[in-house]
C-alpha cells in the first residue's frame, strides 16, 4: 500500500537518509530491458547519464555505472529486422559502457505450444522470464539479495493510457483498470509519467536514432488497435487524456492495494482447510462479506490453488452464486473443481489428491499426514482412584473430538509394550459400532455424511484400526468406536489425538 508520504512526498521513506541504505542495495544489480525502440532506448541512456528513480528509497537518483545491465530478448519474429535490433541494443550499450546480455526465444514456437497462438501474450511472459533469470544471476554474482535487484522496463504514460482501455475492452476489475502499476515487487517503471513524445523529442535533442518495429502498426493486435484507433479518437475529445487517465490509474491502484489488504486477512479469517492443490473456506461467513470483498476473497483462493489459471469475473461470479445458494459445483479453466457443501466453499485442483497414504502408527508414535496435520498415539497411566469412563468423557469434551481415550487392550496395545495400529481411508462396506449408539453398527459413509464432511474431503478423513482388516477404533476427529471405549475396569489408557490444521 501507498502512504501519504511516499505519494505526495519526495518518494522516500519517512527518515530514511541515503547514507543509511545498506550497501547491498546500491550494490545490487539494475537489468534495464532494452528493446531497441525509442521509449528503451531513452530508458538507456537515462540510466546512463541522468537520474531515475527506481523505488530505493532515494528518490530520484544517479545509478552507479557498475549496477547497469542490458538485457536484449530476440523473439524471433520479424527475421533480419529482430537481427538489427539486437545488433543496435548490443552496440547502443557499449556506447556507454553497460554490459549487454542476448536471450533468443522461439516465441511463435512457444505460443503454439502453450495452444493460444498468442505471441503478444508469450513474449511478455518470456521477457520477465529471462529478466528475472538475469537479475538473479547478477545478484549471485555480486553477493547480494534477490530481493535488492532492480529490473527496469520502458513503459510510459501512453503505454499506461493504452492499457487502460485494452483492459476495459477485455472486461476487468479495479486491478485490471489500475493499468500498468509504478512497481510491482523488483520491476519497477521509472519513466511512467513521460509521453512516448517526450522520450522520442529527447532522444532528437541529443541526436540519437532509435528502430521502429512495424509490427506496432498492425491493427490485428489489441495495443496497436487501441493506440492507432481507439486513443485519436479519445484524444479529440480530451487532448490531455493520457494525463487525466494517469492520475485516474493513480487513485485505482491505491484503492485497489487497500482493498487486497483487506481481502488476504478476510482470506485468512475464513480458510478452514488448505494443502496441496485445495483450499476450503467458510461459505457462510463469506456470504456475509460485502460482495468488493467477497469477489477477491474467491479470487485469491482460486489464484492460491492455481496460479496460472486464466481466471475472468464470471468464474469469480459462478463461485459467489455457489456461495449465495449455499450448494452446488462448477468448474473452471485448469481443470479447477470449484463447490459449496456442508457449508465450505471448497477449491480443488485436478492433481490435487485427497487420500492418505495408508501406514502404521506406532504405538507411542506420530504419524504425519499429507495435509500437514499430525496423528499422536501415546500411552496414558490411569490416575490412583479415577473413574475411567469419566475420565474418557471429560477428555473428550475438553479436546472437542479430536483427542480421545481409549481403552489400550480392547484396541489390541499391549499396556505394557504399546504396539501398532493401522491408519488409512474410509473403504467401501466399512461399518462400525459408533460411541453412543448401544452397540448398533453404522457405515463409515453415512457417519462422515451425518458429521457433514463433503464427499471430495472423505477421503482425507484418517480410519484407525487394529490391524488393515481388524476393526475400526477411531475415525479421527468425528467418532469412536464403542468396543473400543473406555469401561470401569479400563486398567491402561490410550490417548490418540489428530493436530495441526
Same mark, same amino acid.
Given at each position: 500500500m501507498t502512504s501519504v508520504a511516499r505519494r505526495y512526498g519526495n518518494g522516500q521513506v519517512p527518515f530514511a537518509h541515503p547514507s543509511r541504505q545498506t550497501d547491498d542495495a546500491l550494490r545490487a544489480p539494475v537489468v534495464l530491458m532494452v528493446s531497441g525502440g525509442a521509449d528503451s532506448t531513452a530508458l538507456l541512456v537515462l540510466a546512463a547519464t541522468s537520474e /531515475? !528513480? &527506481?523505488? !530505493? *528509497?532515494? *528518490?530520484?537518483? $544517479? &545509478?552507479? $555505472?557498475? $549496477? /547497469?545491465?542490458? /538485457?536484449?530478448?530476440n523473439h524471433g519474429l520479424r527475421g533480419i529486422d529482430a537481427d538489427e535490433d539486437e545488433e543496435f541494443v548490443r552496440d547502443l550499450a557499449a556506447t556507454y559502457g &553497460?554490459?549487454?546480455?542476448?536471450r533468443r526465444v522461439d516465441v511463435a514456437a512457444l505460443a503454439s505450444k502453450v495452444g !493460444?497462438?498468442?505471441v503478444e501474450n508469450a513474449g511478455r511472459e518470456v521477457r520477465y522470464q529471462e529478466a528475472a533469470r538475469l537479475a538473479n544471476e547478477l545478484s549471485a554474482q555480486l553477493g547480494t539479495p534477490r530481493s535488492a535487484a532492480r529490473i527496469l522496463t520502458a513503459h510510459t504514460a501512453d503505454d499506461r493510457?493504452?492499457?487502460f482501455f485494452m483492459n476495459a475492452i477485455r472486461g476487468t476489475g479495479a486491478s485490471g483498470l489500475s493499468s500498468i502499476p509504478r512497481r510491482r515487487n523488483r520491476i519497477v517503471r521509472p519513466l511512467l509519467d513521460r509521453t512516448h513524445e517526450e522520450l522520442c523529442e529527447f532522444l532528437r535533442m541529443r541526436g540519437i536514432v532509435w528502430r521502429e518495429d512495424q509490427t506496432n502498426s498492425d491493427t490485428h493486435y489489441l495495443r496497436a488497435f487501441v493506440r492507432h484507433e481507439v486513443m485519436p479518437m479519445v484524444e479529440e475529445r480530451n487532448p490531455r487524456v493520457v494525463s487525466s487517465l494517469a492520475t485516474t490509474c493513480d487513485i485505482l491502484s491505491d484503492e485497489n492495494a487497500y482493498l487486497a489488504g483487506i481481502a488476504g486477512r478476510t482470506m485468512r479469517e475464513l480458510t478452514l482447510r488448505r494443502g496441496e492443490g485445495f483450499v476450503a473456506l467458510d461459505a457462510a461467513r463469506l456470504a456475509a462479506c460485502d460482495v468488493a470483498i467477497a469477489r477477491r476473497v474467491v479470487r485469491m483462493a482460486i489464484l492460491a490453488v492455481c496460479p496460472d489459471v486464466r481466471l475472468e469475473a464470471r468464474h469469480v461470479a459462478d463461485a459467489l452464486r455457489l456461495?449465495?445458494?449455499?450448494? *452446488?459445483?462448477?468448474? &473452471?479453466?485448469?481443470g479447477l473443481d470449484v463447490r459449496v457443501e456442508h457449508g465450505l466453499l471448497m477449491i480443488r485442483s485436478r492433481a490435487a489428491s485427497s487420500a492418505l497414504e495408508e501406514g502404521w502408527l506406532e504405538v507411542p508414535g506420530v504419524m504425519d499426514l499429507h495435509d500437514g496435520r499430525h496423528l499422536v498415539a501415546r500411552l496414558v497411566e490411569k490416575p490412583e482412584g479415577a473413574d475411567p469412563v469419566a475420565l474418557a468423557r471429560s477428555h473428550g469434551s475438553e479436546f472437542a473430538g479430536e483427542s480421545v481415550l481409549l481403552d489400550a487392550e480392547a484396541c489390541e496395545i499391549d499396556p505394557q509394550a504399546g504396539g501398532r495400529l493401522w491408519v488409512g481411508s474410509a473403504q467401501p462396506g466399512d461399518v462400525m459400532c459408533p460411541l453412543g449408539m448401544h452397540g448398533q453398527s453404522k457405515k463409515l459413509s453415512d457417519l462422515l455424511g451425518e458429521a457433514r464432511v463433503p464427499v471430495a474431503e472423505r477421503p482425507a478423513v484418517p480410519i484407525v484400526r487394529t490391524s488393515p482388516t481388524g476393526s475400526v477404533i477411531w475415525v479421527a476427529g468425528i467418532r469412536a468406536d464403542e468396543r473400543s471405549c473406555c469401561t470401569p475396569t479400563t486398567r491402561q489408557l490410550l490417548e490418540l489425538s489428530l493436530q495441526g490444521q
Open positions: /531515475l !528513480d &527506481i523505488c !530505493d *528509497g532515494r *528518490g530520484k537518483a $544517479r &545509478i552507479a $555505472r557498475e $549496477r /547497469l545491465h542490458v /538485457l536484449h530478448v &553497460i554490459p549487454c546480455t542476448i !493460444d497462438n498468442n493510457a493504452e492499457t456461495v449465495a445458494v449455499g450448494a *452446488g459445483s462448477v468448474t &473452471i479453466p485448469m
